[in-house]
């Protein structure tokens, strides 16, 4: 056992995983075969108590529980204010709402033309290609309709390619999930090719949290097989100063290498980052490593996050404390993200009556 590394991992970690070396933790096989998920795990992690257990149950069944030992080791787990334990941690509200809000709020089932793929906007395409992530989030837009199932099969990427080749007007493939780096290097490698192969898509886009959540998994044969597929963009998101780590750092700065332009996608959430303090910070530091703040995202309404969602007031009023306080690059965009083909329109510019649709109803 390497004395060292051990030292540096919390004592509740150390706990969980006993031996483990340093190679193994910068593994990010290791980290994936060892990631917490279910009730027995979050029975370890904290002390549920016992009249809960059943409703927790309930929960994990309905929006499941999953965090990678890395972004577990930065949680305070015995802080119930961490905002970091606030994004993972199942939360027995999620499931008080089922009838409130929508699971599909951006209609993307009725826009999407083949299974996996979204075609909201007329020259850009969403390719659902991995069901799986790394952690689940507890404010994904995806949550109802992520499982941790397999991928889509050959024959349903091939209909996705097919799709897109027979509409010209798509010039830019988004590819997400999912996360889509949960893919093995080569399946990756061969997905972007079918879609790199279209003569009209000219761009490609990658949207996936790996390297915040699981920043091993950016090793050097992922960043040649994304260089080799350039022009490619890639969209993560880093939605808290802590998670700023040497480990995610280094990722983004290992991609920037291979001529990959990072941006995150923060969405704004209640008790996470929900002040212009903390946004600031975020957004300084991201400039510091090289990403770009370029979408602060209102969190959608989707079924299940209500708990986690901001005040839409509230959001303009940090929004424009960081205007007043902020350089252009250290200030992501505020948008809301609009049912169907709407797309995303800044908050500054959203009339009150359509605020409705975004307000978190108590
Ligand atoms: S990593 Fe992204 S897609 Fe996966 S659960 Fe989190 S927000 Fe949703």
Not at 99 to 117: F, I, M, Q
Not at 170 to 186: A, Y
Not at 199 to 214: D, K, Y
Not at 223 to 252: D, G, M
């Amino acid at each position: 056992m390497n004395r060292t590394f051990q030292g540096q991992l919390p004592s509740k970690i150390r706990a969980l995983f006993g031996r483990v070396t340093e190679a193994q933790w910068r593994n990010w096989r290791w980290q994936l075969r060892h990631s917490l998920a279910g009730m027995e795990d979050l029975s370890r992690l904290l002390k549920i108590p016992d009249p809960d257990v059943r409703r927790y149950a309930e929960l994990l069944n309905e929006y499941p529980f999953r965090v990678t030992p890395y972004f577990a080791s930065l949680i305070d787990w015995d802080d119930s204010r961490d905002p970091l334990r606030r994004q993972m941690l199942p939360d027995v509200r999620e499931i008080a709402d089922r009838k409130a809000e929508s699971r599909d709020p951006l209609e993307e089932n009725r826009n999407s033309p083949v299974s996996g793929l979204i075609h909201r906007y007329r020259n850009r395409a969403v390719a659902l290609v991995s069901e799986r992530c790394a952690v689940w989030c507890r404010h994904c837009t995806r949550k109802n309709r992520l499982r941790p199932a397999e991928s889509p099969t050959p024959r349903e990427l091939r209909r996705m390619a097919e799709y897109v080749s027979r509409h010209p007007s798509i010039r830019e493939v988004i590819v997400s999930g999912g996360d889509p780096l949960l893919l093995e290097t080569e399946a990756l490698d061969r997905l972007l090719r079918a879609f790199r192969r279209i003569r009209h898509v000219e761009v490609l886009r990658i949207g996936t949290r790996a390297p915040v959540v699981l920043p091993m998994r950016v090793d050097a044969g992922l960043a040649a097989v994304l260089e080799s597929h350039r022009p490619l963009w890639l969209n993560t998101q880093f939605n808290h100063p802590r998670e700023i780590t040497p480990e995610s750092a280094r990722a983004c700065e290992r991609l920037l290498k291979a001529g990959i332009p990072v941006s995150s996608q923060t969405v704004l959430l209640k008790g996470v980052n929900d002040t212009a303090n903390t946004l600031a910070d975020l957004f300084n530091r991201l400039q510091r490593i090289m990403v770009r703040p370029y979408y602060l995202f209102h969190c959608d309404p989707v079924r299940g996050t209500r708990h986690l969602r901001a005040d839409l007031q509230h959001g303009r009023a940090i929004y424009k404390a960081l205007r007043a306080s902020q350089g252009g690059l250290c200030l992501p965009q505020y948008v809301v993200d609009m049912p169907g083909r709407a797309g995303k329109m800044p908050v500054e510019l959203l009339a009150p009556a359509r605020m409705i649709h975004h307000e978190p109803r108590e």
